[in-house]
């Protein structure tokens, strides 16, 4: 099974600046991967698909990069309503799998 | 407007039963593939089930033979039968759709707003 993992577990960001979260994954997926936003009490939104894809509706300035078994989100400028957990996923293989997340919280 | 909403979630003991449901509008649940993926309180995710829209099933290692995944077309609803729950079966549970025109293994979207199990005695 592929183990997928983040990095850093959590990251202090001010309004504003930039931040880029890290996901790897134990073999390579290709660019079998997708990241998600989840806020508490909420499902999960998917934001981008195929390592680099943005989802419909999703702002220019979240991006994705990477692939193999190396992986990047980038949120550009953070807004407020961006403080969340991350996760990625892989789906190359069976059975799909997630990273335990990066929460992004405010510095 | 596309919509999942999960239903079917409480408290249960251990070794007991549990359905959840999970009404979809806006498209055709026999026409997707349409997966389960839980999260245990506080914690990170977990695929458990899919239904291909040929019917067939696969589930993680943790939930085979105890959790069944169905659906009925005439009701386009998505159901997981959950037998002999163990207190590590504790979470939100979501019904998650895969993106149509696309093969099983794929990413979710959308996601219902999800249910909670509770295992305990």
């Known amino acids: 099974e592929i183990v997928m993992t983040h990095s850093p577990a959590t990251l202090s960001v001010s309004p504003g600046e930039r931040a880029t979260l890290s996901c790897r994954a134990s073999?390579?997926?290709?660019?079998?991967l997708a990241w998600y936003q989840q806020k508490p009490g909420q499902a999960p939104t998917l934001l981008i698909y195929?390592?680099?894809t943005r989802a419909t509706g999703i702002p220019a300035r979240f991006s994705g990069s990477g692939s193999g078994t190396e992986f990047t989100l980038t949120i550009s400028s953070l807004q407020s309503e961006d403080f969340a957990v991350y996760y990625c996923?892989?789906?190359?293989?069976?059975?799909?799998?997630f990273g335990p997340g990066t929460k992004v919280d405010i510095k | 407007e596309v919509q999942l909403v999960e239903s079917g979630g409480g408290l249960v003991q251990p070794g007991g039963s549990l359905t959840l449901s999970c009404a979809a509008s806006?498209?055709?649940?026999?026409?997707?593939?349409m997966s389960w993926v839980r999260q245990a309180p506080g914690k990170g995710l977990e695929w458990v089930s899919v239904?291909?829209?040929?019917?067939?099933?696969n589930y993680a290692d943790s939930v085979k033979g105890r959790f069944t995944i169905s659906r009925d077309n005439s009701k386009n609803t998505l159901y997981l039968q959950m037998n002999t729950l163990r207190p590590e079966d504790t979470a939100v549970y979501y019904c998650?759709?895969?993106?149509?025109?696309?093969?099983?293994?794929?990413?979710?979207?959308?996601w219902g707003q999800g249910t909670l199990v509770t295992v305990s005695s």
């Open positions: 998650a759709r895969h993106p149509t025109g696309y093969s099983s293994l794929s990413w979710f979207d959308p």
């Open positions: 806006g498209f055709t649940v026999s026409s997707n593939y």
């Open positions: 239904i291909y829209s040929g019917g067939y099933r």
């Open positions: 073999q390579s997926v290709s660019t079998n």
């Open positions: 195929d390592a680099s």
């Open positions: 996923q892989q789906y190359n293989y069976w059975p799909v799998a």
